[in-house]
């Protein structure tokens, strides 16, 4: 019953491998398959056509497909095709910027500035790689210029504080001594009132002494203008 278990395990596992293996949607084929088609994992730019890893064998065993150009999968083959020779288009016409086979370069494409896909991926490549230093050395460059933005924001930012630290100081210090000259002088002015108004008062209470006095003597005067001694009002007269 064990042996039967294993068994069937194994049957499982082989059935849902070769399952995986099938081409699904969005997949290459491969195109020596019958039947189902199992899903390609090389392209051969020689044979024009995809290969699942059993059929892809012979191109790793065989001599025969030594000198064979081996890509990824791609389904677009037909695309790297000349469609005037049937051949694979694996020069570049510089002259024209379009991809050629061999045979238009003796025709279409003669005496034109060509060169091999190859050799002009190489030069793009290095131009590519080119670029990239270039646009390095300028995230650089902007880097160290937004390091040295952000330090300045810092040092405004300090700058201003120190600024306004320094004038609410210097206000109130200002105020500060406002109040004290106020203070100083309400004092003064008080100080000057006092005097004033004690001064005011001594001569007021001098004033209000003498019109008192005058007062009585106008008194005593109307008295002796109604005595009928001659003498007492003489004597009295006499002595003011």
Known sequence: MLAEVVEKLKKTE??????HCYAGPGDVECDSCTGRKHKAVKSCLVCLASFCEDHLKPHYQSPAF?????????????EKICSEHDKLMEIYCRTDQSFICYLCTMKKHK???TVSTETERTKKQNELKEDQIKSQQKIKEKQKKVQELKQTV???KTCS????????????????SMEKKRSEVTELIRAQEKAEV??????????????ADLK??????????HTHDDIHFLQVTLTV
Request: glycine residues 2%.
């Open 198 to 211: 004690s001064r005011a008062e001594r001569l007021l209470n001098q004033l209000e002494k003498e019109i």
């Open 216 to 225: 009585r003597r106008v008194t005593e005067l109307e008295q002796l203008s």
């Open 161 to 176: 504080q120190a600024a306004v630290d320094d004038s609410e100081r210097i206000f109130t210090e200002l105020i500060s």
């Open 154 to 156: 810092d040092i405004i």
């Open 14 to 19: 082989l059935q849902a491998a070769s399952a």
């Open 111 to 113: 005496g034109h500035d």
């Open 66 to 78: 030594k000198k064979h150009k081996l890509v990824e999968a791609c389904a677009e083959l037909q």
